[in-house]
């Protein structure tokens, strides 16, 4: 019997290529992620996510199960500070497909809605002070102001993406949001109302007036851009326009209101007199 010995060279150097798993790169990335949707939506085309697959397939649990809710909280510091920052800064770029999917967060909306509650109602108390400096009538502190800004706050991020989602599942759009989608970038967008709070303490109407339009100028202009391929292609292009510019107007009336309500106001709190003995 003839013994043939065979040469396995070949075989180790293509084992060094491959890497320590028995196939390539993307195999290693199929076995970290734990799915093939984590590995290929992942990967940007162009500079921009795939809109066909990002919105849904890293997506993961049950709507009703803790899983499905956890995987929103799961975000790292660079990414939010990263969101927050294109939140107020317009680029060519459409906010929801390059910065927020596949898998956007609930972490930051939720701290800059509590954040920028708390802000109004630290700031609007201290314009009330200065307000009423001198001026008739006793100062206090007002903590209507967190509940109302509260109240104010939560019915944006929450019931306004809800109706943006509703309009755009009633019109059949071509690339429908999902809904967590949509109430994270409103909750981003909030992000620039919080120093404009502290500089609202200034007490002079053209620059708060200043303030209005910087602001819902730069934060507006990303909802805009992000809403606006959802409807562009709709057959009835007023009912696009309108919901772009619905989208601004409503932007600018919660700015309005953040002055006119919790810094323009004077909330005099009335004391009491003694009743007589």
Same mark, same amino acid.
């Given at each position: 019997m003839d013994?043939n010995?065979?040469?396995f060279d070949?075989?180790n150097s293509?084992? +060094?290529?491959?890497?320590a798993?028995? *196939? ?10 734990g799915?093939?949707g984590?590995t ?5 085309s162009?500079g ?6 990002s919105t849904t397939?890293?997506r993961? *649990? !049950?709507?009703?199960s803790?899983?499905y809710?956890q995987?929103?909280?799961d975000?790292?510091t660079?990414q939010?500070?990263?969101?927050l920052?294109?939140?107020?800064? #317009? ?11 596949p898998?956007? @967060?609930?972490?930051?909306p ?6 920028l ?6 700031f ?6 200065i +307000? !009423? ?8 502190? @007002?903590?209507?102001?967190?509940? &109302? ?7 944006? =991020?929450v019931?306004?993406?809800l109706?943006?989602?509703? %309009?755009?599942? !009633?019109?059949r759009s +071509?690339? %429908?949001? #999902?809904?967590? @989608?949509? =109430?994270?970038?409103?909750?981003? &967008?909030l992000a620039?109302?919080i120093?404009v709070s ?11 007036w200043?303030l209005?339009f910087?602001s ?9 851009r992000?809403i ?7 057959? !009835?292009?007023?009912i696009a326009?309108?919901?772009?510019i &619905?989208?601004?107007?409503?932007h ?11 810094? @323009?106001?004077m909330?005099i709190?009335?004391v009491a007199?003694?009743s007589?003995?």
């Amino acid at each position: 019997m003839d013994l043939n010995f065979q040469n396995f060279d070949n075989v180790n150097s293509t084992n +060094e290529q491959s890497g320590a798993f028995g *196939g390539n790169i993307g195999d290693r990335n199929i076995l970290v992620g734990g799915s093939v949707g984590a590995t290929s939506s992942a990967a940007p085309s162009g500079g921009v996510f795939d809109d066909s697959q990002s919105t849904t397939s890293t997506r993961k *649990g !049950n709507f009703f199960s803790f899983e499905y809710y956890q995987q929103f909280f799961d975000v790292e510091t660079d990414q939010v500070i990263k969101r927050l920052l294109n939140s107020v800064i #317009p680029t060519h770029r459409n906010y929801i497909q390059d910065f927020l999917q596949p898998i956007p @967060d609930l972490w930051g909306p939720f701290w800059v809605s509590v954040t920028l509650v708390f802000a109004i109602g630290i700031f609007g108390n201290l314009a009330q002070f200065i +307000e !009423n400096d001198g001026a008739k009538g006793t100062y206090g502190s @007002d903590f209507r102001m967190v509940t &109302s800004a509260s109240t104010l706050i939560f019915l944006y =991020v929450v019931i306004v993406p809800l109706l943006l989602y509703g %309009l755009l599942w !009633n019109r059949r759009s +071509e690339l %429908l949001h #999902p809904y967590v @989608d949509l =109430v994270c970038l409103y909750g981003y &967008s909030l992000a620039i109302f919080i120093p404009v709070s502290v500089l609202w303490i200034v007490d002079i109407g053209w620059f708060r007036w200043a303030l209005i339009f910087a602001s819902v100028g730069l934060s507006g202009t990303v909802l805009a851009r992000a809403i606006w391929p959802a409807v562009q292609n709709d057959n !009835n292009k007023m009912i696009a326009f309108g919901t772009v510019i &619905s989208v601004v107007v409503l932007h600018f009336l919660l700015a309005f209101t953040f002055k006119v309500y919790f810094f @323009d106001s004077m909330h005099i709190v009335v004391v009491a007199s003694p009743s007589p003995i």
